[in-house]
DNA sequence: CGAGTGTATGTTAGCGACCACAGACGGTGG
DNA sequence: CCACCGTCTGTGGTCGCTAACATACACTCG
C-alpha cells in the first residue's frame, strides 16, 4: 500500500480512502491512485483489513448429504449470492454421522477463522435440535428451518408445494392419491408427508398408500413394482401417486412401464424438485420446482439483514407446479 | 491474549509460546496458561497471525459439476484432509460456462483472500489450458491432470481403471467387448475410452461398440435400449459391455431387463465409480472403484509437499477393479 | 570458581490496513 | 481583511499476533 501511495504521490491514507470509495476524494487523485494500483497489481491485504474492521468477509456453510441434489443446489446458490455480496465462502462438510459434536466442532472452526455468519445446510432435524442448545455468537441462518429466537430460518414452503401437487390431482379429479416418501429422517420428507395428509384431510379425503424410499431412482423402482405388486393395473391401491423428488419418480415410471400400468393412463405422478431432467423422462414429468438457487440467496440476504441489525425473520421460498404429461384425470 | 497472558500471570509472548507448541515453556507455566485459555474461552485471532505470518490457513478450492457424483466427493474428500491438516477451505463453485474469464476471476478472489494453495476440481479438459496460460503465485494442484511445469496434478489412473475392466472381461474370455463412454467434454471419460481401446488393441481385438452418454441412468436406459434394437439376445454387437460410470450401468440394466436380455449371462457389464448402491443392484454391479476421498486427501498432501518446497510431482490413486455379479464368461 | 552453554521468560518492533484527528487550502460572508 | 467553514489530504495510533532480540537464571566443565 506505501508503494502504491508513493507511486501515486499521494499518502497511504488517500489509497485507503480510494479502496473504500471514500466521498472526499478528487477525482484527480482518485484516478491517479487507481492507474497506480493498477500499475503495480496492488491487492488488497485481507489480514490486515480483517484485523482492524473485526469482520472477515466470510461466511461459514455448514453442510451435510452434499451429494444430493437439493443441498447441492443449495450450497451452489448459497456460493453464488456471496461472492456477489462481496463475501468469501468457507465450507464445512459434515459426514454421515451428524453429532452434536461434530457440529459443535465445525462452528468452533468457524469460530477460530472468524466467521461474519453460518448458514447451515443440513436437511435433519437433529441438527436444528443441536443448534438451538448452542451458542454461537455470530448471525446463523439454517435451510429449512422456521424462524426461531436463536436463529433465522429460510425454508422452501414445502407445505405449500406439497398441496399444490395434491391439490392439482385432486382436481383432475383423482381421489386415491399416494405418497412415495423421503427417508424419516430428512425435514423436507415429513413437511411433504403432512402436507399431503393436510391436503388429503382439507378435500374430505382419507390415506390412501405412504411408502417410505431414500431418494434414491432405486427406491423408487423398488416402491413401484412393491405397488404394481400382482393386481391389474385398474386395482391399484391408488390412481396418483405424490413422489417426494424426481429421482424416485423416475424410478416409479420405469416400474410401472414394466408392469403394464401405464403413466398417466392408469395412475398419475407427480415429482418433486424439477431436476434437469425432469422434462425428458419418459413421459415428462409433472413436478413441483424449488427453487434452490433463490433459496442459497435467500440465506445470504437473511444473513447480510443480521448483519445489518435487523431482526429475525424467517424467509420463505414459494415453490410451483410445473404440469407436465405424467398426470391426467383418473381412468375411470 | 493480553487477558489470557495477565490471567496465568506471564507475558502475551509466552501465551503466544504455548499456542504454537514452542519447547521452550516449562511444563508448570504452560499448564497455567493453558487454564486460563479455557478459564477465559479465549480464540487466537486468526486476522492478526496471517498478518504477521503471511499465511492464512486456507485453501482455495475451484470446482464445478458438483451436482455430479466424483467431483462431489472429491470435495468431501479435500475438505476432509484439508481440515485434518488444519486448514480452512474456501470454495468457488463454477456454473456451467467454464470460461477463461470465469476461472481468472475465481483465482483472483481467491488471491485477494490470500490462500496457501489452491485445488482445481474441473473434470473438463479446457478447464486446465486455461490454468497452463494463468500464472498464479501459490502452489496449485489440479484433479485429473497428469504433472505439469506449472501445477501439480492428482488423478485416478483412468488407463489403469480403464484396463482393469477391460481385461477382466478378456480374462472371461469375451471378444466383443463394447463401450459406453461419458461426454467427450469430460477428461475422465475421454481417458476411459482410451484405455479401452488400448487394453482390446494389446489383446489383438478391434474397437466393437462404442457409443456417449451424459452419466446419467437415462442416457444408459437409452443407450441399453438402443444397443438391444430388435435383435435377439445372441446377435447382440457384443458379449460384454463396459460402461463409465455405475449410474449409467444401471440404465443399461434396466433396459437389457427390458429387452428380455439376460445380464450376465447373455451379456456382461462392468461398471466404474463403485457408487454406494453399486453392490445393490439386480445384480450387483460389476465396477471400479475410484478413491475420491483418497484423491482428495492426494491434493491436500501434494499442497502440503508444495508449501514445503518440493517440487512439482503428481500423484496418482489406483482405482480397484471390484468383482461383483454382472459378469460371467460368454454364452457362447 | 569464572567462563560457557542452555533453558525459560520478558521486551520491542513490526505485519498492513483503517480510524480519528489535525492541518492546508480555497471560498464565503460580516 | 479576518474569521469561518467545507473539502481534501497527511500524521499518528491501533487492531492481535509473532519474530528477533534481550535478559535472567541454572547448570556444566576446565
Same mark, same amino acid.
Given at each position: +500500500?506505501?508503494d502504491?501511495?508513493?507511486?501515486?504521490?499521494?499518502s497511504?491514507? *488517500?489509497v485507503s @480512502?480510494?479502496?473504500n470509495a471514500?466521498?472526499?476524494v478528487?477525482p484527480?487523485?482518485?484516478?491517479? &491512485? =487507481?492507474k !497506480?494500483?493498477?500499475?503495480?497489481?496492488?491487492?488488497?491485504?485481507?489480514?490486515?483489513?480483517?484485523?482492524? %474492521?473485526r469482520q472477515?468477509? %466470510?461466511?461459514?456453510v455448514?453442510?451435510?448429504?452434499?451429494t444430493?441434489y437439493?443441498?447441492?443446489n443449495?450450497? #451452489?446458490?448459497?456460493?453464488?449470492?456471496?461472492r456477489?455480496?462481496g463475501?468469501?465462502?468457507?465450507?464445512?462438510a459434515?459426514?454421515?454421522?451428524?453429532?452434536a459434536a461434530?457440529i459443535?466442532?465445525?462452528?468452533?472452526?468457524f469460530?477460530?477463522q472468524?466467521?461474519?455468519? &453460518?448458514?447451515?445446510v443440513v436437511?435433519?432435524?437433529?441438527?436444528?435440535?443441536v443448534?438451538?442448545g448452542?451458542? $454461537?455468537d455470530v448471525?446463523?441462518?439454517a435451510?429449512?428451518?422456521?424462524?426461531?429466537?436463536?436463529?433465522?430460518?429460510?425454508?422452501?414452503?414445502?407445505?405449500?408445494g406439497?398441496?399444490?401437487a395434491? =391439490?392439482?390431482?385432486? =382436481?383432475?379429479?383423482?381421489?386415491?392419491i399416494?405418497h412415495?416418501s423421503?427417508?424419516?429422517d430428512?425435514?423436507?420428507?415429513?413437511?411433504?408427508?403432512?402436507?399431503w395428509r393436510d391436503a388429503?384431510?382439507?378435500a374430505?379425503?382419507?390415506?390412501?398408500?405412504?411408502?417410505e424410499?431414500?431418494?434414491?431412482?432405486e427406491?423408487?423402482?423398488?416402491?413401484g413394482l412393491?405397488?404394481?405388486?400382482?393386481r391389474?393395473?385398474?386395482e391399484?391401491d391408488?390412481?396418483?401417486?405424490f $413422489?417426494?423428488?424426481?429421482q +424416485?419418480? #423416475?424410478? $416409479?415410471?420405469?416400474?410401472?412401464?414394466e !408392469?403394464g400400468?401405464?403413466?398417466?393412463?392408469d395412475?398419475?405422478?407427480v415429482?418433486?424438485?424439477?431436476?434437469p431432467?425432469a422434462?425428458?423422462?419418459?413421459?415428462?414429468l *409433472? %413436478?413441483? *420446482?424449488?427453487h434452490?438457487?433463490?433459496?442459497?440467496? @435467500?440465506?445470504?440476504?437473511?444473513?447480510l439483514?443480521?448483519f445489518?441489525?435487523?431482526?429475525?425473520r424467517?424467509?420463505?421460498?414459494?415453490?410451483?407446479? &410445473? &404440469?407436465?404429461s405424467? %398426470?391426467?384425470?383418473?381412468?375411470?
Open positions: +500500500m506505501a502504491v501511495a508513493k507511486a501515486a504521490g499521494v497511504h491514507q *488517500t @480512502r480510494v479502496l471514500h466521498p472526499n478528487s484527480a487523485t482518485k484516478e491517479q &491512485v =487507481e !497506480a494500483i493498477a500499475d503495480l497489481g496492488y491487492r488488497r491485504n485481507t489480514a490486515a483489513r480483517s484485523l482492524v %474492521t472477515s468477509q %466470510t461466511i461459514g455448514l453442510a451435510s448429504e452434499l444430493q437439493g443441498p447441492a443449495t450450497l #451452489l446458490g448459497v456460493e453464488q449470492a456471496a456477489e455480496a463475501y468469501f465462502v468457507s465450507i464445512a459434515l459426514r454421515t454421522e451428524v453429532s461434530t459443535n466442532d465445525a462452528l468452533g472452526r469460530m477460530d472468524g466467521v461474519d455468519g &453460518v448458514v447451515v436437511p435433519h432435524p437433529g441438527t436444528l435440535d443448534l438451538r448452542l451458542s $454461537v448471525p446463523l441462518v435451510v429449512g428451518a422456521s424462524g426461531d429466537e436463536w436463529f433465522k430460518g429460510v425454508a422452501v414452503d414445502q407445505h405449500q406439497g398441496r399444490l395434491v =391439490e392439482h390431482l385432486l =382436481e383432475l379429479g383423482h381421489r386415491r399416494g412415495l423421503g427417508p424419516a430428512w425435514i423436507d420428507a415429513t413437511s411433504r408427508i403432512e402436507a388429503l384431510a382439507a374430505g379425503l382419507g390415506e390412501s398408500v405412504l411408502m424410499g431414500d431418494w434414491s431412482a427406491s423408487g423402482y423398488r416402491a412393491r405397488l404394481a405388486g400382482r391389474p393395473a385398474g391399484l391408488c390412481t396418483a401417486l $413422489v417426494a423428488n424426481d +424416485m419418480a #423416475l424410478g $416409479v415410471l420405469r416400474a410401472f412401464y !408392469a400400468i401405464s403413466v398417466p393412463g395412475v398419475s405422478i415429482g418433486y424438485d424439477d431436476q431432467d422434462p425428458y423422462l419418459i413421459p415428462p *409433472t %413436478t413441483v *420446482t424449488q434452490f438457487e433463490e433459496l442459497g440467496r @435467500r440465506c445470504i440476504n437473511a444473513l439483514e443480521a445489518e441489525g435487523a431482526g429475525v424467517a424467509g420463505v421460498v414459494e415453490p410451483e407446479l &410445473v &404440469v407436465r405424467t %398426470t391426467a384425470p383418473p381412468a375411470g
